[in-house]
């Protein structure tokens, strides 16, 4: 009776893993080829013991083209190797690769904290690290909401009208660490 409880068991776990492994395998996108690789950490042993890595990557284009892929701890590089690349890809379909890989630490800093970089920059979001957001996010409606923000209040001209503020903000910074030097870290966050 217990051998029977064990093949059904070595059964049950032999189809999870075909199920398993055969869809992982079905989402796998096609990728482009690439040069052999440890198995876990994939080619970050020879990219980081090399001297010049720069001539790794050209040696490796001219063996597997223009464009080819790396992986370095699981993530997957895709590497392009010319301007004709370039521009094909990020140009012509720019917006099939625009996102950016997802950062848990940032979404673990992030969490609970309140998006002001959207509706307008305020001094606590500034001071928390929070009003770099766009930096890690995602692409999609908000960070279009976010970008254009910034783009209207950064600009080119906008930044030279702040001028004036930012060379009265910074006598005031040498004047504060000229007369009381222990607080830095307070008249740095201001």
């Given at each position: 009776m217990e051998s029977i409880y064990t093949l059904a068991f070595g059964i049950a776990i032999f189809l999870f893993a075909l199920l398993y492994f055969r869809r992982k395998h079905l989402e796998r996108r096609p990728l482009p080829p690439s040069p052999p690789a440890d198995y876990f950490i994939g080619h970050?042993?020879?990219?980081?013991?090399?001297?010049?890595?720069?001539?790794?990557?050209?040696?490796?284009?001219?063996?597997?083209?223009?464009?080819?892929?790396?992986?370095?701890?699981?993530?997957?590089?895709?590497m392009l190797n010319s301007v004709r690349a370039a521009v094909d890809?990020?140009?012509?379909?720019?917006?099939?690769?625009?996102?950016?890989?997802?950062?848990?630490?940032?979404?673990?800093?992030?969490?609970?904290?309140?998006?002001d970089a959207v509706?307008?920059?305020?001094?606590?979001?500034?001071?928390?690290?929070?009003?770099?957001?766009?930096?890690?996010?995602p692409s999609?409606?908000?960070?279009?909401?976010?970008?254009?923000?910034?783009?209207?209040?950064?600009?080119g001209a906008k930044s030279r009208s702040y001028q004036p503020i930012q060379q009265d903000e910074a006598q005031n910074l040498i004047k504060n660490l000229l007369e009381d030097p222990g607080d830095y870290d307070q008249y740095?966050?201001?």
């Open positions: 970050l042993r020879t990219v980081a013991t090399a001297k010049n890595p720069e001539l790794i990557f050209h040696k490796w284009a001219q063996q597997y083209g223009d464009i080819y892929h790396t992986k370095m701890l699981g993530q997957t590089v895709i890809l990020l140009e012509k379909r720019g917006l099939n690769y625009t996102s950016r890989p997802r950062c848990v630490v940032y979404e673990l800093y992030a969490h609970g904290h309140s998006d509706d307008g920059l305020t001094s606590g979001s500034l001071q928390s690290g929070l009003g770099l957001k766009h930096v890690f996010m999609g409606d908000r960070f279009k909401k976010q970008r254009k923000f910034y783009q209207h209040h950064f600009n740095l966050r201001r």
